[in-house]
Every structure is written in structure tokens, then in C-alpha cells.
């Protein structure tokens, strides 16, 4: 077994795992400002669509129209911008982030210890997750640069460890 294949395996395991960790919690971040954003049209147009109900019943003409309008554009925002759909994009990248991270690491924390692989395993099985993040990374949707800048803060902060590895 080639000590410096390796010590190479363990280098790229860790890269990929930082670029996982920061790839998973930015999109969880996004998702998150998804979610908010669709309370925010959602709520709003279920409250004008009872308000219209009322001022309809009333006979209030000019107060049906406004509610009606403003109603209009909260469902042609909703309809646009798809807030929901955007959220479960993101939130399902995040996941397999996640999962590709905590795959590389039970490999490199527990697998790669038994030592039982020949070099070509051990180049076949890095190669794969690799190709897993460049996978992920081309399919996945764009990282805006605050939630970039978020991950960045709250993984400086100790946001993103286990307590576990606190210790």
C-alpha cells in the first residue's frame, strides 16, 4: 500500500468534504429565504382572498377591486418567482451535499483505516466522489453570494460541527 496514494486520498477526502460542507449549508440557507418568501406571498394573498370574500358580501365595489388587484400581483409574484419550487431545489441540493459529505467522511474516518484496499480501489473510490461533486455541482442551482458569505460566517463561528468534534 502507497503511503503518499494515501496521504493524497485523505488530502482530496477533506476537500471535498469542506466543499460539501459549504455547498450543503449555503442551499440550506437559500432554501430557508425560499420558504420565508413563499409566507410572505402566501399569507398575504389567503388573507386578501377572505378580506375580497367580505367586501363583496357588503356590496363594497371599490374595496373588492383594490383587494382584487392587490391579490393579482401577490399571485403573479408567487406564479413567477415560484418560491416553493425554488426552496425544494435548493433543499434537496443541500441533502445531497450532505450525503456526499458524510459518505466521504465514514470513507476516509472508517473505511480507509482498514487498509484492505489495493491502490486501484483506493483511486477507483476517490475518483467516484469526486465525480459525485461535479456532478452535483453542475446540476445544482446557483449559490447566491450572500448565503455564501452566511455559510462562511456560521462555519467560522463553530456553526457547522458536531459537538462531537468540539471536543
Not at 4 to 19: F, T
Not at 97 to 107: E, H, M, P, Q, S
Not at 119 to 140: A, G, P
Request: with cysteine; charged share 25%; glycine share 2%.
Amino acid at each position: 500500500m502507497n503511503s503518499n496514494l494515501i496521504q493524497s486520498i485523505v488530502d482530496e477526502c477533506h476537500r471535498i468534504e469542506e466543499d460539501s460542507l459549504y455547498s450543503s449549508k449555503s442551499h440550506y440557507n437559500v432554501s430557508d429565504r425560499w420558504d420565508k418568501f413563499n409566507l410572505i406571498l402566501g399569507v398575504p394573498l389567503g388573507i386578501l382572498t377572505a378580506l375580497s370574500g367580505l367586501a363583496a358580501i357588503k356590496n363594497s365595489t371599490i374595496i373588492v377591486v383594490f383587494i382584487s388587484i392587490l391579490a393579482t400581483v401577490l399571485t403573479s409574484l408567487n406564479t413567477s418567482l415560484n418560491p416553493s419550487k425554488r426552496s425544494a431545489l435548493h433543499k434537496a441540493s443541500a441533502n445531497e451535499y450532505n450525503k456526499l459529505k458524510n459518505d466521504v467522511r465514514i470513507f476516509r474516518e472508517i473505511e480507509l483505516i482498514d487498509n484492505d484496499f489495493s491502490d486501484k480501489e483506493l483511486k477507483e473510490k476517490i475518483v467516484y466522489f469526486s465525480n459525485r461533486r461535479s456532478q452535483l455541482n453542475s446540476s445544482s442551482p446557483n449559490i447566491p453570494s450572500w448565503a455564501y458569505k452566511k455559510t462562511q460566517s456560521d462555519v467560522k463561528n463553530g456553526f457547522t460541527k458536531y459537538q462531537i468534534d468540539k471536543e
